[in-house]
C-alpha cells in the first residue's frame, strides 16, 4: 500500500516540472512566432500572467487527485498495474521525457526546434493583373492601412525606383494655407525623431541613391533612384520620414524663407509664370486650381505649425498615399518589406473632398499684367476635361497638330509664314478635376498682340468647325505612340506612367491599354472635342512692357 502515495507524490512532482517545460514552450512560440501570427505586443506579458496563474492551479488539482485522503483511497482494491495512478505516472513520464528532450534542443540550439512554419503565413504575392494587355509580372497590394504598392520587375540593370504619390496638391488649399503642399515638399527632407535635418540626403546618396520631388495641382510625388543593395536603407528612411516627421519652428521658419525666395525667383521675377498665375486665378473663380501651387506671399509668412501639423497627418497618412516600385526587384520582397516599415504606420480619416465645381464660363475675361518685358506675352486657356474625360485623349491628339514641332499647323502659320510671335506652344492640365487647354505665345518687341489673337482664334475655330485631315492624324498618333514607348523603356518611366494611370484613372492597367485607345481616336473625335474653343469659354491674358512713366516711378 506504501508504494501508491510513494507514486502519487512523484507524480504531483512530475506535473510541475511538465508544466515548467510547457511555460517555457509556450513563451517560446510567442516570442518567435507571435509577429507572424499577428499577435498584439502585450502578447508574451499576457502568456506570463496566464501561466503564472494556471501553475497554482494545476498543482492543487495535481494534490487533490494525488495526495487527498479520497485519492488515496481509490489505491486499496486496485491491482497497481492497472490502476489510474501507475497509469498516469507513465503517461506524465513520457509527456516529461518529450518535452524534456525539446527543452534540451532548445538549450543546445534554438535553430533545432519546430519553427511551426505552418502556423506562420508566408509572404504576401499580391494580386495578379486581370487584364490580358498587361505584363503578367506586375503584382499590386493594399496594406491593411489603405497604402497601395504596385511593382513592375524589370532585371536589365541591378537599380530601382520608387515613386510616392501623395494626394495634394494646390488644390487641397484654401485662403490662408495655399502653397502648404509645395511647403511640404520641402519639410519632407528635414529632420524626423531619429535623423537630424539634412541626414536624409546624406544617408541615401551614401548609399548610392538620389532623389527628387515635384507637387502640381493635385499631387506631390516623390522620387528615389538608387540600386539594389540601397533596399534595406530606403525602405527605414522612406518609413521613418512618413510617420515621424519633426515639425519645429526653427525648421519651418527657415525653409519658409527658401520657399518664398523660390517664389520670388519662378514667379515674381518671371515673367511667363507671373501671367501665368494671373491666368488660373482669372480663368477659375471657384475651383480651388485657381490658386497657385506655390501659394500667395501673405499665406507663405503665416503658415502656423498647427496648420503643418494637421496637414501632414490628414494627406500623408498611408491611406491617402500610393507607392510603385520597379526595376530589379520582386513583388515578394518589397510586399515583405512594405509589410515590415510601411504596414505599422496608422491610417487617418479619409482628408476632406473637393466638393467644388467651377461654374460654367459665361465669357471671355480678360487679364492685362505690366511688367518689365522687352517681348510681350499672349496666353489663352480654354476650359477643357479632366484625365478621365473621354475628349481629353483627342485633344492631345490635337495639340500634337497644332503645335508639336516645326511641321505643326500654328508654328508654321503664326512662326514661319505670317511671322506673327517668336514661338508658341500648348499643354493640357490633366488633373482630378476638369483644367484647362493652354496656349502661350511669345510675340517680338512692339508685335501686335490683338492680331496674334484674332488668327489664333481664327485656326483654333476652323479646326472645330472642319476637323484635321486623316494624314496629319496619322503622324500625330506616330508621334504620340513612340513617345508612350519610349518612355516605357527606362525604369523611370515605367514608374511615372504606372503611377499616372493609377493615381489619376484609378487604374494602372489602363495604361497599357492607351496605344489602342490612341490608334482609335478618329478625326470626327477630334472635331466634336475642339469644340471647346469658342469666345465664352475662353480667358485671354497680356503681359506688356509698363509705361515708362510707371516704371521710373517704380524705380
Not at 518589397?334 to 509589410?339: A, D, N, Q, V
Not at 517681348?375 to 474625360?389: I, K
Not at 492680331?451 to 481664327?458: A, D, M, T, Y
Request: proline share 6%.
Amino acid at each position: 500500500m506504501a508504494l501508491f502515495p510513494e507514486l502519487r507524490r512523484r507524480n504531483v512532482l512530475k506535473v510541475a516540472l511538465l508544466y515548467l517545460i510547457a511555460s517555457w514552450l509556450a513563451l517560446w512560440f510567442v516570442e518567435n512566432a507571435g509577429e507572424a501570427l499577428g499577435l498584439p505586443a502585450y502578447a508574451e506579458t499576457a502568456t506570463i500572467v496566464a501561466l503564472a496563474i494556471g501553475f497554482p492551479i494545476a498543482m492543487w488539482f495535481a494534490w487533490v487527485y494525488e495526495i487527498t485522503p479520497g485519492g488515496l483511497r481509490k489505491a486499496a482494491t486496485v491491482d497497481q498495474t492497472q490502476s489510474i495512478v501507475y497509469k498516469t505516472g507513465q503517461k506524465l513520464n513520457a509527456a516529461t521525457a518529450v518535452l524534456g528532450v525539446l527543452g534540451l534542443l532548445a538549450f543546445l540550439g534554438q535553430g533545432m526546434l519546430p519553427k511551426f512554419e505552418f502556423l506562420v503565413p508566408a509572404p504576401p504575392t499580391g494580386d495578379a493583373p486581370v487584364s490580358a494587355g498587361t505584363p503578367a509580372e506586375i503584382r499590386s497590394l493594399t496594406l491593411e492601412n489603405g497604402l497601395k504598392i504596385i511593382v513592375w520587375p524589370d532585371h536589365d540593370i541591378p537599380n530601382v525606383v520608387m515613386y510616392n504619390y501623395v494626394r495634394a496638391g494646390g488644390r487641397n488649399g484654401y485662403p490662408g494655407i495655399t502653397g502648404l503642399a509645395h511647403f511640404f515638399e520641402h519639410m519632407m527632407f528635414l529632420g524626423t525623431e531619429s535623423m537630424e535635418p539634412g541626414e536624409f540626403d546624406k544617408t541615401m546618396e551614401a548609399a548610392g541613391g538620389a532623389n527628387n520631388a515635384y507637387t502640381s495641382y493635385d499631387v506631390t510625388v516623390y522620387q528615389d533612384w538608387f540600386p539594389r543593395s540601397a533596399l534595406e536603407v530606403i525602405f527605414e528612411i522612406e518609413a521613418d520620414r512618413l510617420e515621424n516627421l519633426q515639425i519645429y519652428e526653427e525648421a519651418v521658419d527657415a525653409e519658409r524663407q527658401v520657399v518664398y525666395s523660390e517664389r520670388r525667383s519662378g514667379v515674381d521675377d518671371n515673367n511667363w509664370s507671373k501671367l501665368y498665375e494671373q491666368m488660373n486665378a482669372t480663368a477659375f473663380v471657384a475651383h480651388p486650381y485657381q490658386f497657385p501651387i506655390i501659394g500667395w506671399p501673405s499665406d507663405i509668412e503665416s503658415w502656423t505649425i498647427e496648420d503643418l501639423t494637421d496637414f501632414y497627418r490628414t494627406y500623408y497618412a498611408p491611406n491617402n498615399r500610393t507607392m510603385i516600385f520597379t526595376g530589379d526587384v520582386t513583388p515578394e520582397e518589397i510586399f515583405e518589406m512594405s509589410e515590415e516599415w510601411f504596414a505599422p504606420i496608422p491610417t487617418e480619416d479619409e482628408p476632406p473632398p473637393i466638393r467644388t465645381v467651377e461654374p460654367e464660363q459665361l465669357g471671355t475675361r480678360r487679364i492685362e499684367v505690366l511688367a518689365t518685358a522687352q517681348t510681350p506675352l499672349l496666353h489663352v486657356a480654354f476650359h477643357a476635361g479632366s484625365a478621365t474625360d473621354p475628349e481629353t485623349l483627342p485633344l492631345n491628339l490635337l495639340l500634337n497638330i497644332l503645335v508639336g514641332g516645326e511641321s505643326s499647323r500654328l508654328h508654321r502659320l503664326l512662326v514661319e509664314e505670317e511671322e506673327l510671335v517668336l514661338d508658341v506652344g500648348a499643354f493640357q492640365y490633366e488633373g482630378f478635376d476638369p483644367g484647362l487647354m493652354y496656349f502661350y505665345l511669345t510675340l517680338p518687341p512692339g508685335g501686335d498682340v490683338a492680331v496674334v489673337e484674332q488668327r489664333l482664334l481664327e485656326e483654333l475655330q476652323r479646326v472645330a468647325a472642319e476637323g484635321v485631315t486623316t494624314a496629319e492624324l496619322a503622324k500625330a498618333r506616330n508621334i504620340v505612340l513612340a513617345d508612350f514607348w519610349r518612355g516605357l523603356a527606362t525604369i523611370d518611366g515605367k514608374a511615372d506612367a504606372l503611377g499616372r494611370y493609377e493615381v489619376f484613372l484609378g487604374d494602372y492597367e489602363l495604361l497599357f491599354q492607351a496605344p489602342a485607345q490612341t490608334e482609335s481616336v478618329s478625326v470626327d473625335d477630334i472635331r466634336q472635342a475642339a469644340a471647346i474653343f469658342n469666345t465664352q469659354n475662353m480667358t485671354v491674358g497680356v503681359l506688356r512692357q509698363q509705361p515708362d512713366n510707371e516704371a521710373k516711378a517704380e524705380e
